[in-house]
């Protein structure tokens, strides 16, 4: 087993340009390093509601789902990182495909929460305990994940089931935060609009 040590800086990229997996560089604000970036945020947050929910007892198990989201999420970033309309590097396509069973997964896991959650009747805020409300954190970047990988979809430059994993994880990170809040007896925010409740008071 080799004892060498790789050094965490590699100063190539001081000029402003990094590499995709292709090997190909390109400046560090093209699109591809934004979707990239925003999902490397989101994974940090969803490890941090990992953390937060250790220990937690429940039906089920948010923490084991949570981290395969992350390794998943790891995946798309190699999937981005892999133009599809790159034809000289059909290895490297074929070795990061995304495919539909992984967004198929996540529809399993927000139906078996949502049978567990009372119905949704209004808007409800950001809240639900340290977890809960870290979820919604989680869901928020995912969103904009979702809105930074959309001229990559129009131009196919990924798969369609890429785009769809997002757009299904925010529904799944908003489900996982009610039943967050939930297990941990913490009651949900609800909306109440800021005008009608002072007249009440009033």
């Known amino acids: 087993m080799s004892t060498e040590r790789f050094k965490i800086y590699t100063k190539t990229g001081d000029a402003g340009t990094t590499s995709l997996y292709t090997g190909e560089r390109r400046p560090k604000d093209d699109t591809e390093f934004e979707v990239l970036g925003t999902t490397d ?5 969803i490890g941090l509601a990992r953390a937060q929910l250790e220990g937690d007892s429940g039906s089920i198990d948010l923490v084991a789902q949570l981290e395969t989201i992350q ?7 190699s999937h981005v990182a892999t ?20 967004t198929e997964a996540l529809e399993e896991w927000i139906d078996a929460m949502d049978e567990t959650l009372p119905p949704l009747t209004t808007f409800i805020l950001p809240s639900g305990g340290a977890a809960g409300a870290t979820l919604h954190c989680c869901r928020s970047i995912c969103r ?35 039943y967050a809040a939930q297990q941990a ?18």
């Open 185 to 202: 007896g913490v009651e949900e925010t609800i909306y109440v609009n800021p005008l009608t409740a002072r007249e009440k008071k009033e």
């Open 41 to 45: 945020e989101l994974s940090s947050f």
């Open 144 to 178: 904009r994940a979702e809105r930074s990988i959309v001229p990559l979809h129009r131009a196919e430059k990924i798969d369609a089931a890429a785009y769809k994993y997002l757009n299904r994880l925010s529904d799944y990170l908003f489900t996982a935060a009610r």
């Open 71 to 77: 390794c998943t999420l790891q995946d798309l970033g």
């Open 83 to 102: 133009p599809r309309s790159m034809d000289k590097h059909k290895k490297k396509m074929a070795r990061t495909e995304f495919t539909i069973e992984r």
